[in-house]
């Protein structure tokens, strides 16, 4: 995990995102932080921010994020948020040149990373979503990083 003065990204997360109180004003006030914070410690990215599953439907909308304005509305059927959201599974990709279905909020976006957020039951909560104007930005040790992220945003704000 990302080691900086105020130390790991992971603690400085886990101390953000105490106390819950089960409003999704709260969730909102946390995840902006949280999408702070991820900017602040990553390098070489143009966009960092979060999608939120549209409860009941399999719809994304968009959340608290840093970056440029980006698009409001994301079907689970459609881009790398709505391949992460119907798969449950973390997209990495190098290229997005090469990903025909890539959504494209910013012609700055070279590679991307998109990670699932659950519920209890394991149901698509939301994407986080990270932007690189740098081709293959991303790496396996990003993705479990990001990956550990996401399930203590999971877990704190979820239950
Ligand atoms: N590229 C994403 C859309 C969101 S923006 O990157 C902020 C996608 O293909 O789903």
Redesign the pocket.
Known sequence: MIELGGGSLLSQMEALVHDWDGSTERRYCHLANASALLCEHLERVI?V?F?LTVPGTERLVLGP?Q?KV??TD?SFT??????AARTKQSVRIAD?HQ?P??????SA?QS?L?IPLFSPSHDVVGVL?I?SAEVGRFTEEDQRDMETVAALLSHRLWT
Do not use: N, Q
């Not at 459609?78 to 391949?83: A, D, P, Q, T």
């Open positions: 966009w921010g999608y994020f970056g980006a698009c994301i459609r881009g790398v948020c709505g391949l997005v990903i279905d890539h959504i494209a909020c910013d976006s991307e998109v979503d932007d």
